[in-house]
């Protein structure tokens, strides 16, 4: 198929056609074109559950107003792009019931595998770091029992570090979880 004839897509018109479709397809709205996301590997889908346990666990001991969300939940960077990360933070106000989207989290965790690697290190990294809201991007390699966390400091750079073991702190919100149980 000829990609010049397919329609762009603006992330309201995508969350209308995702909302309207009568069976769940996993999908991202990527410069304003829907791509299909691959199913799941075993250890990804571990791995993702482990993450999105911990997380919710660190928002009930810290106390905070925060939602924490598994795949599912549309980000939108753009006019033309919505990502759906494995798991996502959102803090203050509760999301209402119906919403399709998470405009600020604070929080995105993507679980690499073989289909993903690239562009969940490349694109979606610089993509969610356009959003204002978002200090923490955690990018878990179940394989190699990994996780690099991208953090936004108070002067707006982004840094980065691999972790396997050790306590890590996610302020803000103000989480603390062991990278052990992010991992699964």
């Not at 791509?35 to 905070?64: C, D, F, M, W």
Request: charged share 20%; aromatic share 4%.
């Amino acid at each position: 198929m000829n990609i010049a004839l397919l329609k762009t897509m603006t992330v309201p018109e995508y969350l209308a056609w995702g909302d309207a479709q009568s069976e769940r397809r996993r999908t991202e709205l990527i410069n304003g074109q829907i791509v299909p996301i691959s199913p799941e590997r075993a250890i990804h889908n571990r791995s993702k559950g482990s993450t999105y346990l911990a997380l919710v666990q660190a928002v009930k001991v810290a106390g905070l107003p925060c939602e924490v969300f598994i795949d599912g939940m549309a980000v939108p960077i753009d006019a033309h792009t919505a990502y759906e990360p494995d798991v996502l933070v959102h803090c203050g106000a509760r999301i209402p019931s119906a919403q399709l989207t998470v405009p600020d989290p604070v929080i995105v965790v993507e679980v690499i595998s073989p289909t993903s690697a690239h562009s969940d290190t490349s694109a979606k990294l610089i993509g969610h770091f356009k959003l204002a809201s978002v200090r923490h991007y955690l990018v878990i390699d179940p394989d190699a029992r990994t996780m690099t966390h991208h953090a936004r400091g108070s002067d707006g750079s982004v840094s980065a570090r691999t972790l396997t073991t050790g306590r890590l702190r996610l302020d803000p919100p103000g989480l603390e979880v062991e990278t052990i149980d992010l991992i699964g």
